[in-house]
């Protein structure tokens, strides 16, 4: 029986290739000049492949607008959005006004910058977009979109409402500017809900002071939820408050709960609330429907 190879001495195993497999033969000098020239060969071909990898993107490298703009756009499709804003922002510089692909080049911009949670920027860049070219066809987009910019950063209606004035003016531009438009729907319906936004910001603070019994204070803000917001759910609900206070003892303000009644009853006529609220039987509630909220004092 022959022997385990592992009992073959060295010396005595088949070479591979001519060589012997023992780690004991001595290299060559040319072997070993034949091995440091491929590894600076090896080397030089990664030096020249992490170059060209990790090149950093410069707009000075394309000659021609076009070509800066597919670059731009490349480099957005690959969600490189830094370099792509950088393309779109030096096109926005250097393109004529009257340049077709300028209002694109102001549309992506804002759109890498708000890949790139930059919003401010972003709304600057659809803000001027629209301002700049109003008859454009993403002219009522960029209103869109820099509206509801604005409305992402005015995060909760207890914050300062700047951003939710700026926005207001956004929608109220494209549903007056463009009624025509597919997106004129669109912000109607953001309207009514920044509407409910800066209701509740005023009934909030309403319920503030009425949670601190100041409630001269809390009827003031209550009364302008309802000036101001009429359609929203807040108006209902500072109404009723409305009620509790007038009806307190020592307010005892009942003209003004009756007067508060008329109106919600006007406009609710079949709520729950509103009828327990004005100690209406529901039996009569019907009595009052369909009429117009008189405007409270």
């Known amino acids: ?7 073959i001495p060295l010396e005595s195993r088949p070479s591979v290739a001519g060589r012997s497999t023992s780690p004991l033969r001595p290299v060559s000098p040319g072997e070993r000049r034949a091995g440091r020239w491929r590894t600076g060969v090896g080397l030089a071909l990664l030096a020249v492949v992490g ?7 410069n707009v000075r490298d394309y000659p021609t607008s076009v070509a800066l703009f597919e670059a731009g756009m490349a480099k957005f499709e690959a969600k490189k959005f830094g370099d792509a804003a950088s393309a779109f922002e030096r096109l926005t510089l250097d393109l004529p006004a009257r340049d077709t692909l300028l209002p694109k080049a102001q549309w992506y911009l804002g759109l890498a910058r708000l890949k790139r949670s930059e919003r401010l920027l972003a709304a600057q860049a659809f803000i001027k977009l629209s ?3 109003p008859d ?9 979109k820099s509206g509801r910019v604005y409305v992402e950063l005015w995060k909760t209606p207890s914050l300062d409402p700047q951003y939710g004035l700026l926005a207001q003016t956004q929608f109220r ?4 500017v463009y009624p025509d438009s597919p997106l004129a729907d669109s912000g109607k319906r953001a309207l009514k809900d920044l509407d409910e936004r800066f209701a509740s910001k005023d009934y909030d603070t309403g319920m503030h002071y009425y949670r601190r019994k100041a409630f001269d204070s809390a009827v003031l803000y209550f009364k302008d939820v309802v000036k101001n917001w009429p359609e929203s759910e807040r108006a209902k609900q500072a109404m009723l408050r ?17 007067e508060v009644c008329q109106a919600l ?10 009828l327990a609220a004005c100690k209406i039987d529901p039996a009569d509630s019907t009595a009052t429907a369909g009429r117009r909220p008189p405007a409270l004092r």
């Open 242 to 258: 409305m009620v509790e206070i007038y009806r307190l003892p020592f307010m005892n303000y009942e003209d003004d709960a009756r």
């Open 173 to 176: 531009l494209l549903v007056g």
């Open 265 to 274: 009853l006007g406009a609710y006529p079949e709520d729950a609330g509103v």
């Open 1 to 7: 029986m022959p022997a385990p190879s592992s009992a």
């Open 131 to 133: 301002e700049t070219f």
């Open 136 to 144: 454009d066809s993403l002219a009522d987009d960029a209103l869109l």
């Open 51 to 57: 170059s060209a990898c990790f090149r950093p993107f």
